[in-house]
């Protein structure tokens, strides 16, 4: 005998959550192309507190290393 299960379908839940992120997405890039302020600034105009040299290692097994220790995240 076949139990029918009423629970809804977990493929479907992640479908939603794809296309509001997808449409997030879209809505951002179309603010930045109006002049939104949310726009990303040209690189020429950044200036960063924190820059120079770094201790970094991006390893060709995909591995980030940062002085000395694996970045797990």
Do not use: F
């Not at 600034?41 to 940062?66: F, R, S, Y």
């Amino acid at each position: 005998m076949d139990k029918q299960h009423n629970s809804a379908n977990p493929t479907k839940k992640v479908a939603i959550a794809d296309n509001k992120n997808l449409t997030d997405i879209a809505q951002y890039i179309k603010d930045g192309q109006s002049g939104h302020k949310r726009s990303i600034p040209p690189l020429d105009q950044w200036h960063p507190k924190h820059c120079g040299a770094m201790d970094l290692k991006v390893l060709a097994n995909g591995e980030w290393w940062h002085e000395g220790q694996l970045i797990k995240r």
